[in-house]
């Protein structure tokens, strides 16, 4: 069963920065992709970013400039950057796992809130 844990969430200033990270363990096939979603409350799961086993990158234009996504290959993990925050980013952040098998794997959930 593949486990993704989630850490760096938290409360922060408009215009300031967080890290959030996601590591992967148990039985992982052969990895498509990694990334991240965001949900804020009363609206739908929508991605943030992800990026595929060749590096390729996919940024929601209301992060582009703002958000950098980082993966390590050989541990299995994905993190994200999160610089010049914004009070619409205020959400709870999944991390997403995507295999060759089409099989999705999600994380817990991190709360990211973005208020002064």
């Known amino acids: 069963q593949v486990q993704l844990v989630e850490s760096g969430g938290g409360l922060v200033q408009p215009g300031g920065s967080l890290r959030l990270s996601c590591a992967a363990s148990?039985?992982?096939?052969?990895?498509?992709?990694m990334g991240w979603y965001r949900q804020a409350p009363g609206k739908q799961r929508d991605l943030v970013v992800s990026?595929?086993?060749?590096?390729?990158?996919n940024y929601a234009d209301s992060v582009k400039g703002r958000f950098t996504i980082s993966r390590d290959y050989a541990k299995n993990t994905v993190s994200l950057q999160m610089n010049s925050l914004k009070p619409e980013d205020t959400a709870v952040y999944y991390c997403?796992?995507?295999?060759?098998?089409?099989?999705?794997?999600w994380g817990q959930g991190t709360q990211v809130t973005v208020s002064s």
């Open positions: 148990g039985i992982i096939f052969t990895i498509n992709s």
């Open positions: 997403h796992l995507l295999d060759y098998s089409s099989r999705n794997y």
């Open positions: 990026i595929t086993s060749g590096g390729l990158t």
